[in-house]
């Protein structure tokens, strides 16, 4: 008896591990109101009220979870960048590669990240922000490392254009992030793929000042018939 209750005492970071395992499939498969604090306990195996102890409430638990899954999409993300010796379109490659990897290989953590945390209000919409703003400026770094590589003369796109592409590349990623975990079939390396060709193919015209505008306005009849 002594020696299997001494095997049931796991260090505390183990028993954190556990619980906010099972509070993020938990979160990801019944969202945060209907999420139940026993079907957690259950799942992690441990009582309810060592949940509660640990992690004091739902909603503490429920930020623990996507700050921690926040944590690890970025450092996944971060790690893909780092080699500096690659050529900037390489090394949004590697990001790009890592991001949708580590949402095809998280399923139940990225949809935490992408729906749960964004549809729940405050503090878990500002923890969502935070995430999305820091891989963001990932992006606008390595962009605007691309246009000073590209062209050292200075092509014709400000600071404004650079955050602008890196917001729209990260909200294209995130949407086909979620269209990837939901389509048989469909792989990182394949959404990787996708947006990277969509993204680099304009980012090069407007590397070489060749922007697209509407060659005229459509007529009124045109727009709605």
């Given at each position: ?50 949940v509660y ?37 390489e090394?949004?490659?590697?990001g ?47 962009i ?12 014709e ?59 005229r ?9």
């Open positions: 008896m002594a020696d299997g209750t001494k095997a049931r005492r796991l260090p505390r970071a183990v028993r954190e591990r556990q619980m906010l395992d099972a509070a993020v499939r938990c979160f990801a498969r019944h969202g945060y109101q209907t999420a139940s604090m026993d079907e957690i306990a259950e799942l992690a195996g441990v009582s309810k009220p060592l102890l640990y992690l004091n409430s739902k909603e503490e638990l429920f930020t623990a979870c996507i700050r921690r899954e926040a944590g690890a999409l970025l450092a996944a993300v971060a790690a893909g960048v780092e080699d500096r010796s690659l050529p900037p379109d090394r949004l490659w590697a790009l590669l890592a991001f949708f990897t580590y949402a095809a290989e998280h399923p139940d953590a990225w949809v935490v990240l992408s729906r749960q945390a964004r549809t729940q209000g405050e503090p878990f919409a500002t923890e969502a922000a935070r995430m999305r703003d820091e891989i963001a400026d990932f992006v606008a770094g390595l605007g490392e691309a246009v000073r590589e590209a062209s050292p003369g200075g092509a796109i400000t600071g404004r254009d650079v955050a602008a592409l890196a917001q729209a590349l990260v909200g294209s990623a995130e949407s086909l992030a979620s269209w990837a975990n939901e389509t048989p079939g469909a792989s990182a390396r394949e959404a990787a793929a996708t947006l990277m060709n969509f993204a680099w193919a304009g980012l090069g015209n407007l590397m070489k000042s060749e922007r697209w505008s509407p060659r306005a459509l007529p009124h009849s045109k727009v709605t018939g």
